[in-house]
């Protein structure tokens, strides 16, 4: 599969690079070219394929809800476990209507939402190119383009398509705030800033930056106080009933996973996320090193508006040109407040500021443990999408008159940087040991732990507690086992009152005397390579060690029975037929 997504890249990049011109002016074959770049998103993202951690404990809620018995991890416990509610709610939906399969719809809507991206990347960059385009000067549709097709080369985002996570629905949604932001439309980006921040808390920080936008622009006298108004209202509509909701429900707040994750100091949680940081820009320089020079071109080009001496009344209708406030209409640009070539370099401008504050909100957060910086999915198609803006905007006609297409150089040059720092990313997912080495590994415990979810579920007495490391796979293939997750995500008191150190919570002591699993599975990486007889000390004295080998395998899989039910449990086990119990040496 990597060798077939390296041949796809080669073949887009050679038809991009070779009929460039040809892209500005027919319409037919740009859409052919975005088809053949969605084909390349989407076997970058099946070379990956695999289901996360985290996914496997959304699916367990949207389960619930589909069977009746409420946005639950456990039957009978109100924990928010999550902090994805709108995914939430979208996966639990083809269930509930139509008994379809949790997981299927997780990863088609993923597969369908990273599409998305790529799609919507491309219109961004030529909605935004077009508003900066003087009259009589086509704009220059090539250029969302190249950002499609650096977009479907990003790393993090073709990870987390299939993963059945809530990551590329976030992505989508960021770009198409940016989309509604530039098409004039705040309440709409207000709604869509609300259904970001319904699924991922991330998307707070995209909120505050939109509306700082719009707040500056209405200062500035470029838009009216109704925008800001508009945008806020948009917003409230849907996450007053959702806080409304979740406090009354869950009595809290804040979910548990946030609630274990930023309950440690601030310094440590710093130290985890530095390295985090330069993890993924060793990863994606291609990405940075292009934002970086994007950046300080657009800082240090600043041109006159270019629809300087018309009046806004004069303004052509185009298809992706920007509406005119009714207010302007019949006063010169110069005069007007509102200039939309001025407004696309600040939208510009908070593109790469979302994609900051974005990479610092993943800094004060500690990180995550996941492959590929779920954090900063977000990341590369931001500063894609920022960078083709900002070379349409400052190559645009500033004088307003008719031009011949751009033949210089630099013009040239631009499908050739955008298809080789593409390359250079589809590269990295292929070679990189942190990016397709990690997936495998993750893949492979995750199948893991889902067969030993399963194994447990089948034999182990109806109703059985089980305490786990990793609690989503088991309790996803699990059935209707009781699943504690010893780090607090799915858990209030250990999320909230236990030990929080290094990004997770934990309190054994609750988890082995309140709690009493009737079986605990210490492991989160599924089977090891050889027997282990020693119990981890937070287990000693009411647990005992039982160790099975996986028939016809050479791995080993070690659970902790209960002591008073330890030989009724281990015989339980034992009839698994994948599963031998073999004792520890005496």
């Avoid at 800094?363 to 954090?375: A, C, I, Q, T």
């Avoid at 089980?466 to 799915?490: E, K, M, N, W, Y």
Wanted: hydrophobic share 50%.
């Amino acid at each position: 599969m990597g060798y077939a997504v390296v041949v796809a890249w080669l073949v887009l990049a050679a038809i991009v690079v070779l009929t460039w011109g040809r892209l500005d002016t027919d319409r037919g074959w740009r859409g052919f070219v975005l088809a053949l770049t969605l084909g390349l998103s989407l076997l970058h993202q099946l070379l990956f394929a695999t289901v996360t951690e985290d996914a496997f404990i959304t699916f367990r809620y949207a389960q619930n809800i589909a069977d009746g018995n409420g946005p639950v991890f456990n039957p009978g416990e109100r924990v928010e476990g999550y902090t994805n509610f709108l995914w939430l709610v979208l996966i639990a939906l083809p269930r509930a209507a139509f008994g379809a399969d949790v997981e299927t719809a997780a990863v088609v809507f993923g597969v369908l939402s990273a599409l998305g991206c790529v799609l919507v990347s491309c219109f961004l960059v030529n909605r935004i190119v077009a508003s900066a385009t003087p009259p009589g000067t086509e704009p220059r549709p090539a250029l969302g383009v190249a950002a499609a097709v650096l977009t479907a080369s990003a790393g993090g985002l073709a990870v987390y398509g299939p993963s059945g996570s809530e990551v590329p629905l976030f992505v989508l949604l960021v770009l198409a705030v940016g989309y509604a932001l530039a098409a004039r439309r705040p309440v709409v980006a207000g709604v869509l800033v609300a259904f970001a921040v319904m699924t991922s808390p991330e998307g707070l920080v995209v909120g505050v930056l939109a509306g700082l936008w719009l707040v500056g622009a209405a200062l500035k006298e470029k838009r009216s106080w109704w925008a800001p108004v508009g945008y806020v209202l948009g917003a409230l509509v849907f996450l007053i009933p959702r806080l409304a909701w979740r406090a009354t429900f869950y009595q809290h707040f804040l979910p548990a996973p946030l609630a274990a994750k930023l309950g440690g100091p601030l310094g440590s949680q710093l130290a985890a996320g530095w390295p985090y940081l330069s993890g993924f820009a060793l990863a994606h320089q291609g990405f940075l090193l292009l934002g970086v020079v994007a950046a300080v071109a657009l800082l240090l080009r600043r041109t006159e508006p270019a629809f300087r001496g018309l009046r806004v009344a004069e303004l052509p209708a185009r298809g992706e040109a920007p509406v005119v406030p009714a207010a302007l209409r019949g006063l010169r640009v110069a005069e007007a407040p509102a200039v939309v070539a001025v407004e696309a370099r600040a939208l510009i401008w908070l593109l790469f500021v979302t994609a900051a504050g974005l990479a610092a909100a993943a800094v004060l957060v500690g990180g995550d443990p996941g492959p590929s910086w779920r954090l900063l999915a977000p990341v590369p198609p931001l500063l894609a999408v920022a960078s083709a803006a900002v070379f349409g905007v400052l190559t645009a006609d500033v004088e307003g008159k008719p031009s011949p297409r751009p033949r210089s150089s630099p013009a040239r040059l631009v499908p050739v940087i955008a298809c080789g720092l593409a390359g250079i990313a589809v590269l990295v997912s292929v070679f990189s040991p942190e990016m397709l080495g990690r997936v495998r590994d993750w893949r492979a415990h995750g199948t893991e732990l889902a067969e030993i979810g399963g194994w447990l579920g089948e034999y182990l007495p109806p109703g059985s507690v089980v305490s786990a490391a990793a609690p989503g796979a088991l309790a996803t293939h699990g059935g209707q086992l009781l699943i504690i997750d010893v780090f607090g995500r799915t858990d209030d008191h250990i999320a909230r009152d236990g030990r929080h150190e290094g990004g997770i919570s934990t309190d054994y002591d609750y988890v082995v005397n309140d709690r009493r699993p009737t079986v605990a599975v210490p492991a989160d990486g599924g089977y090891a390579e050889r027997q282990h007889c020693a119990i981890d000390p937070v287990y000693a004295g009411k647990y005992e060690v039982a160790t099975f080998r996986r028939v016809g395998t050479p791995y080993w899989v070690s659970v902790y029975p209960r002591a008073e039910q330890a030989k009724s449990l281990v015989a339980d086990l034992d009839k698994g037929p994948d599963f031998r119990y073999v004792p520890c040496p005496s």
